[in-house]
């Protein structure tokens, strides 16, 4: 957008500056008010500069705001197409919704206004909309509905005709990575900045929209915070009903949604902790009706399910009618009975299986173990490398380690980071390989370093030694640590920022200025034996040199935390593409200056500049690379190695692949069970 500017002509700058003189004259004739007229004349040349940057200041506030509302309109845009894919991912084949119906439940006090008793799905805009102040607690069983009514509501609120500019805009969160002790409204503006970097929403424009108002958080997922034995006072979940009981808007309690299993939310609510000033509403269970209409609609040949139909409207109240009583359970049925064989197309089961089925454990277990070999047959992308035993066993792998998070632990059960997955391979174990790697890689270095291929002074050699033994230290300690730096990626396109390249060009002038002082400093100490000038010339070289790989290192390099990828498989991806980079940069550097140090030392004949001296300064650089800056994507590769046979070594891909035939969800970086069910099942049933 093109900033405008106020622009005064000259003509207009002088008469105002003539005006302001003759009523300072004015003033001291009528009134003798010397020193006031002096003043007014000394100020008279800054009166225009005043308005002008009053002009600047306000236009600038008309730009801020136009580009605010930029930015609210395309969040609004990128949230209702990601949230339209993901209820599609739900709902599964044939878009079938089940109008699920809600009951309100009143809490002892700070109930919000106007809700009313009842409700249902197709309602739940105007249902919400007529709350004041408008904040909504959605609780429900297992597998009843909840995330998918946000989802309705979400996509409902940014589609109905009266929607204006001005209001926020709905953002779908999960709660299971939050840390606590981290500020709400501060999360809430470091996760909209993550999950919408690409559309060029940076930090500075999420936190003026949480300040603004502009988001409505949607929280999911309450109940994913805490596992069952973590004692109360230790519960993030108790920490966040806190924090979002002080958020405020200018009129009042903050508008907000939250999702949660009703007895997790009961279990807080016993101890008096519960949103305040909010509406909470139940869902009910799927009537036997909705059932038979739901499965009717979703199937082709409704006479296959007319017997389990039957059973819904002759019992009512029995095994079967009460174990399908919830979306996620008939979504189940219906992809477990709906699966064909890949070269005759017959059903491979029929429906009336279920009626043998003596209790709701029985009919939980028979259809979860259907429901992942067929969800595997019905997206075959790789039927050859993904078959439905081994997808089963490395998913349970996954499962049975999400399930060793211990109480007292700030890490997630339910959300699978591909870098922060190492422990599952026993920590010691990977550690231990990790440095074994390290110490074998710089081995290779230090043979190179050490090894007589040219002549040098005894300052080179001890020079040269030091590096080595410095080296092998390091890159032994850093790789035997149990904390992992985060993920880091490369961005060259920086160099087209012309703030980028400023702050590029104070960090080279700040390395010249050290290899100024690192000149004196081995000119003084060893000018003995090589000179002043020439140790000068050596420390100017160096810093010359740590000018250009900081410069490049820093300037061009980005935080995971500063800028999340959307796509789980990217933060190791972007971490070991930096540090390779960064590795090739320092060989380049170092071999530029080896270069000129002993061209100012030995002259153009020495072997330092021979293919070996090269060969040292790139496995300087790769080992520098990996082994001191690509921590997260190193480890990964480590942990790989040490799970071989547990989990596919294409990791990534087969975690992608498993989203994409609706076993797994993307939450930011994590990829999460499609439902606990799912992942507690699979906990206890590692075996297909």
Request: one cysteine or more; charged letters at 15%.
């Amino acid at each position: 957008m093109t900033r405008s500017r106020t622009r005064l002509p000259a003509a207009v700058y002088a008469v105002l500056q003539a005006v302001t003189v003759m009523l300072a004259l004015w003033l001291s004739k009528h009134f003798q008010v010397a020193r006031l007229a002096a003043t007014l004349v000394a100020l008279a040349p800054t009166l225009p500069g005043a308005y002008l940057t009053w002009a600047a200041y306000r236009d600038d506030r008309r730009e801020a705001a136009a580009d605010t509302d930029a930015k609210v309109k395309t969040l609004a845009a990128v949230v209702a197409a990601a949230e339209t894919r993901q209820r599609a991912q739900l709902i599964g084949p044939g878009a079938h919704r089940i109008d699920v119906t809600f009951q309100q439940r009143t809490e002892p006090a700070n109930n919000a206004t106007g809700a009313a008793a009842h409700g249902r799905l197709t309602d739940i805009v105007s249902y919400y909309q007529n709350l004041r102040p408008a904040r909504l607690a959605i609780t429900g069983e297992p597998g009843a509905g909840k995330t998918l009514l946000a989802l309705d509501l979400i996509l409902g609120l940014l589609t109905h005709p009266g929607r204006t500019d001005t209001d926020p805009v709905p953002v779908r969160f999960s709660l299971a990575d939050w840390n606590t002790e981290q500020p709400l409204q501060e999360w809430l503006a470091h996760q909209v900045h993550q999950q919408f970097r690409d559309q060029g929403i940076t930090l500075a424009d999420a936190t003026t929209l949480m300040d603004g108002c502009r988001v409505l958080p949607v929280l999911d997922g309450l109940d994913e915070m805490d596992t069952d034995a973590t004692p109360a006072g230790r519960r993030r979940a108790a920490r966040a009903l806190e924090q979002l009981n002080a958020y405020q808007s200018p009129t009042g309690s903050a508008p907000v949604v939250l999702t949660s299993r009703t007895t997790q939310y009961e279990d807080l609510a016993g101890l008096d902790l519960r949103m305040r000033e909010a509406a909470r509403i139940q869902l009910d269970d799927v009537t036997p009706g909705q059932a038979a209409a739901y499965l009717t609609a979703r199937t082709t040949s409704p006479t296959r399910w007319q017997p389990v139909i039957d059973t819904f409207t002759t019992a009512p109240g029995g095994t079967l009618a009460r174990s399908l009583a919830t979306p996620w359970r008939l979504n189940l049925a219906a992809t477990a009975y709906e699966e064909r064989h890949p070269d005759t197309l017959a059903y491979l089961r029929e429906p009336d299986h279920l009626l043998t089925l003596a209790s709701p454990s029985a009919v939980r277990d028979h259809l979860l173990a259907r429901y992942l070999p067929a969800a595997a047959h019905q997206h075959p992308t790789r039927p050859n490398h993904y078959r439905p035993d081994l997808t089963h066993r490395w998913l349970a792998a996954l499962a049975a380690h999400l399930a060793t998070t211990t109480p007292t632990s700030t890490a997630s059960s339910t959300d699978i980071v591909l870098h922060k997955l190492w422990p599952m391979a026993g920590p010691r174990r990977v550690r231990t390989t990790d440095t074994l790697l390290a110490a074998l890689l710089t081995l290779a270095f230090t043979t190179l370093l050490l090894s007589p291929f040219a002549p040098g002074s005894l300052f080179l050699h001890l020079f040269r030694g030091s590096v080595a033994v410095l080296l092998v230290l390091g890159s032994i300690w850093r790789p035997s640590r149990a904390r992992v730096p985060e993920p880091q990626r490369f961005r060259p396109e920086r160099l087209r920022s012309p703030t980028h390249l400023r702050r590029l060009a104070r960090t080279i002038v700040i390395g010249l200025v050290i290899g100024l002082v690192i000149g004196l400093v081995i000119g003084l100490v060893i000018g003995l034996s090589i000179g002043l000038t020439l140790g000068f010339s050596l420390g100017l070289v160096l810093g010359l040199g740590a000018a250009l790989a900081s410069g490049l290192l820093f300037g061009l390099v980005e935080r995971l935390n500063d800028a999340q990828p959307t796509d789980p498989r990217h933060p190791v991806r972007d971490d070991l593409a930096y540090g390779l980079a960064a590795g090739l940069i320092l060989a380049l550097v170092l071999g530029l200056s080896n270069f000129l140090m002993v061209r100012l030392i030995w002259g153009s004949q020495s072997g330092l500049t021979s293919t070996p001296a090269f060969a040292f300064v790139f496995v300087f650089g790769i080992v520098v690379g990996l082994y001191w800056l690509a921590g997260a994507g190193r480890r990964y590769l480590v942990f790989l190695c040490c799970v071989r046979g547990r989990l596919p070594w294409r990791l990534g891909m087969f975690l992608n692949w498993a989203y994409e035939a609706g076993l797994l969800r993307i939450s930011g970086v994590a990829y999460q069970f499609r439902h606990r069910e799912l992942q507690d099942w699979l906990t206890t049933h590692p075996t297909p």
